[in-house]
């Protein structure tokens, strides 16, 4: 029965539990040793100690005396406690020190009865039997004089194969019976598991020494098979046969056969010998000397090219030169099997659905080789295009390697996808991987970590695609012959439209040229009012919905044919998604339009200049811009307020832009970064001092200096193809960015009027709408 409540401090234990009679060392932690000393201070050295739960405060302890209080032989603070009775745990009350102070009422033990002695009896034989197993004689002895059924059970405490959350359950029984009941049938559970796995163990035992011999026997059988003369033991032979018959380089076959003498003196149980079998596999499934033939018709590859692609010349024009000169060394003896040097490294680097990817196969069908292609995008691993060494467990060949194997020759053609998004952590960088193997000069020679051989990649070409650049380190992108894909024009897209897309989506769509089709015009207001895109992906998503809706009325009952024409398009695919917003977003002063290149291609940039009142010349930006973007946008108002009057701004024009700023450039939720909105910013400041709105048709993009110099930038033409997507029709460029207009389609060019300016005041003087003339009133 419960007796009365003492006051006490509480020591919290996280890793056990302590039961009544235990007698146990203890390391002082600071809360720990903060239960200690308030115990101490009250004159007394009991305590309370209970269990640390996760989810609640335990209900039960033990009080318990500080028998001592030192340190371990590490140093730490330690003490040795004394477990006394059970108790209650009730309210907190307040106590001195900084540890938890809580009522505990001392708890008698219950249920000793005739039952609990029987129940005594039958755990003391089990733990005697668990003690002999462990040959803990000294302790078998001062356990069997023990005759107390409540002390019997708590001894449980010392336990090892018991859990905390079962010796906490014992803390929380009052009953001794109900406590002997519990371990009886623990106990018995583990005497079993102990006998299952003695048993195991020596099956385990037998095993091993039956495996010894078997070794042992083996190595005498081909000690006495070699005396006489007999051959190689069965199985190693036909890898021997394999590498003899096998057409590969010399110091292949060399290693090759060093591997084959150390799998003939290796054990078929030992697990070197399975590395063994698998390393000779996969080298020997190599094409070591297997090569296809170049196709030698240059006109028949470019009808290959033209025939996949529409548009992409510099690519075509690329694939075919490569052809030209494979043509003239075979005629003149000058291509060898082999060969350095006849393979090519190129980057195709361009927004999304340009047809970057699929272009790497028409390529290996233009030149008659195999094509195989290696996804890279979100490699993080230098082993993925290395290989694994052999010594770990599971180890395979880099992705290169799988590719030669899988293509079955030594100069296919292997598109590197998206090498843009190679990443690297801890486990190295693939990007420095990829180094070796796209350099033409090294990569005769690349060693895999796996073969640890010589391969000869000199005659592969290697075509790798990317969005951005500026992810590629330098020293990789030098190694590539760059080919910018910058986006098609509009007519582009209808004719890619009219001759790939839509006979693919009405095959898809399981209709005939009798039940559908889709007019010019229609394609076109596709490609500029519902998709503002550089690719035709978009595109295509739309015309495989319209399809999908024509095969959807037909099973309906409608008759045949469907016609999509323009009046159609918002029946079938949504209404216009896109439309001209320049001259509307540039109706008051203070909006300029930009030009920007993105990793989705190029896209105009709308610059928003707003004053504040106050007498402050603080500058705010707000769009996400980066920090060369922020530094355009100080240089730019440090031009105006320094040359207003060449600009012609007077002094109260001058004023507005003397005082708090605000510049924006939406949308808030896209990163934008780079020097080319200068001329930009600079023409909304003057824009918004004058108040005189931009012309809704002009375009412009170029570094401004301070002396207001227009210096060059980059993605010319991808940013007059988003001019032109946006219905723009003026643009302004760097005059030094003229020789870039070379790449720009002739239909860009004749749609828009390109002015070529050297000073932002040639902007500035023309982009701006006239100041209207003041009214004049003649007195009658």
Same mark, same amino acid.
């Not at 030992?270 to 000779?280: A, C, F, G, Q």
């Not at 295509?540 to 399809?547: H, N, P, Q, V, W």
């Given at each position: 029965m419960d007796q009365t409540p003492q006051r006490l401090p509480v020591l919290f234990l996280s890793d056990g539990v302590l039961l009544p009679g235990m007698v146990v060392p203890i390391e002082l932690d600071e809360a720990a040793q903060a239960a200690v000393d308030a115990a101490r201070s009250e004159g007394g050295d009991q305590l309370l100690v209970a269990p640390r739960l996760e989810d609640r405060y335990a209900s039960y302890g033990v009080t318990a005396t500080i028998e001592k209080v030192g340190r371990f032989r590490g140093g730490s603070a330690a003490a040795v406690l004394r477990a006394g009775g059970r108790a209650r745990i009730g309210s907190g009350v307040t106590g001195p020190g900084a540890a938890l102070w809580v009522e505990a009422t001392p708890v008698d033990d219950e249920g000793v009865t005739a039952r609990a002695d029987e129940l005594a009896a039958e755990y003391k034989k089990l733990v005697v039997a668990v003690l002999q197993r462990r040959e803990a004689w000294q302790i078998v002895d001062s356990f069997t004089a023990l005759t107390d059924p409540a002390v019997i059970a708590d001894t449980a405490g010392y336990a090892p194969y018991l859990s905390t959350d079962r010796k906490r359950e014992l803390l929380e029984t009052p009953s001794v019976e109900h406590r002997l009941e519990l371990l009886v049938e623990w106990t018995q559970e583990y005497l079993a598991e102990l006998e299952v796995?003695?048993?195991?163990?020596?099956?385990?035992?037998?095993?091993?020494?039956?495996?010894?011999?078997?070794?042992?026997?083996?190595?005498?059988?081909?000690?006495?098979?070699?005396?006489?003369?007999?051959?190689?033991?069965?199985? *190693?032979?036909?890898? &021997?046969?394999?590498?003899?018959?096998?057409?590969?380089?010399?110091?292949?076959?060399?290693?090759?056969?060093?591997?084959?003498? &150390?799998?003939?003196?290796?054990?078929?149980? !030992?697990?070197?010998? !399975?590395?063994?079998? *698998?390393?000779?596999?996969?080298?020997?499934?190599l094409p070591w000397s297997t090569r296809t033939q170049d196709a030698t018709d240059v006109t028949a590859a470019r009808a290959v090219l033209d025939a996949d692609h529409h548009g992409l010349d510099d690519v075509k024009d690329r694939i075919v030169e490569h052809l030209a000169v494979r043509a003239r060394r075979a005629e003149r003896g000058l291509e060898v099997v082999g060969g350095r040097g006849s393979g090519a490294v190129v980057l195709l680097a361009g927004p999304p659905g340009v047809g970057k990817t699929s272009l790497g196969e028409s390529v290996a069908r233009a030149l008659g080789r195999k094509f195989v292609r290696v996804a890279l995008g979100g490699v993080r691993d230098e082993a993925e295009i290395r290989g694994h060494r052999r010594t770990y467990v599971g180890a395979l060949p880099g992705r290169i390697v799988r590719a030669i194997k899988e293509a079955g020759s030594m100069n296919p053609v292997v598109l590197l996808d998206e090498v843009d998004k190679v990443g690297s952590d801890y486990r190295g960088d693939p990007a420095a991987a990829l180094l070796e193997v796209l350099d033409p000069a090294q990569n005769h020679t690349f060693r895999d970590h796996y073969l640890e051989l010589d391969l000869d990649l000199s005659d592969v070409l290697f075509i790798a695609t990317a969005n951005v650049l500026e992810t590629i380190p330098p020293a990789l992108l030098d190694r590539m012959e760059l080919v910018t894909i910058d986006g098609y024009t509009e007519d582009d897209k209808v004719a890619i439209a009219r001759d790939f897309l839509?006979? &693919?989506?009405?095959?898809?769509?399981? @209709?005939?040229?009798?039940?559908?089709?889709? *007019?010019?015009?229609? @394609?076109?207001?596709?490609?500029?009012?519902?998709?503002?895109?550089?690719?035709?992906?978009?595109?295509?998503?739309?015309?495989?919905?319209?399809? &999908?809706?024509?095969? *959807?009325?037909?099973?309906?009952?409608?008759?045949?044919?469907?016609?999509?024409d323009e009046p159609r398009l918002k029946d079938l695919v949504g209404r216009a998604r896109f439309t001209p917003e320049a001259h509307e977003r540039t109706s008051v002063p203070g909006v300029a339009t930009g030009l920007a290149v993105t990793g989705m291609g190029g896209d105009v940039l709308y610059i928003e200049a707003s004053s504040l009142p106050g007498d402050t010349t603080r500058l705010d930006l707000t769009g996400q811009l980066g920090d060369v973007m922020k530094e355009s946008a100080q240089i730019a108002l440090t031009y105006v307020r320094s040359h207003a009057a060449e600009l012609g701004l007077d002094e109260a024009a001058l004023a507005s832009l003397t005082g708090p700023l605000h510049l924006h450039v939406p949308a808030g939720a896209v990163p934008k970064d780079g020097p080319s909105a200068g001329v930009t910013m600079t023409t909304a400041l003057v824009s918004l001092a004058t108040g005189r709105n931009v012309r809704g048709e002009v375009g412009m993009t170029g570094e401004v200096s301070l002396t207001g110099r227009v210096l060059p930038i980059g993605g010319v033409k991808q940013k007059l193809l988003a001019a032109q997507r946006a219905g723009l029709t003026e643009v302004y460029l760097p005059a030094r960015n003229e020789p870039d207009l070379d790449d720009v389609p002739a239909e860009v060019l004749e749609a828009l009027t390109v002015h070529l300016v050297a000073d932002v005041r040639q902007i500035v003087a023309t982009a701006l709408e006239p100041a209207e003339a003041p009214t004049v009133t003649t007195a009658a």
């Open positions: 796995s003695e048993k195991i163990s020596e099956d385990v035992r037998e095993s091993v020494e039956k495996n010894q011999r078997e070794f042992l026997l083996r190595q005498q059988l081909a000690a006495i098979r070699k005396e006489l003369g007999e051959g190689e033991p069965e199985g *190693t032979d036909d890898y &021997r046969t394999r590498v003899e018959a096998a057409d590969v380089p010399d110091e292949v076959r060399a290693a090759l056969l060093r591997e084959v003498d &150390r799998l003939e003196r290796a054990s078929d149980q !030992s697990p070197e010998s !399975s590395y063994i079998r *698998t390393w000779l596999d996969t080298v020997l499934d839509v006979p &693919r989506q009405r095959e898809r769509a399981a @209709l005939g040229e009798d039940e559908v089709s889709v *007019t010019e015009e229609a @394609l076109r207001r596709l490609a500029t009012d519902h998709t503002r895109e550089a690719g035709v992906r978009q595109l295509e998503r739309l015309i495989a919905k319209a399809f &999908r809706k024509v095969a *959807t009325r037909l099973a309906s009952g409608e008759e045949a044919p469907v016609v999509v």
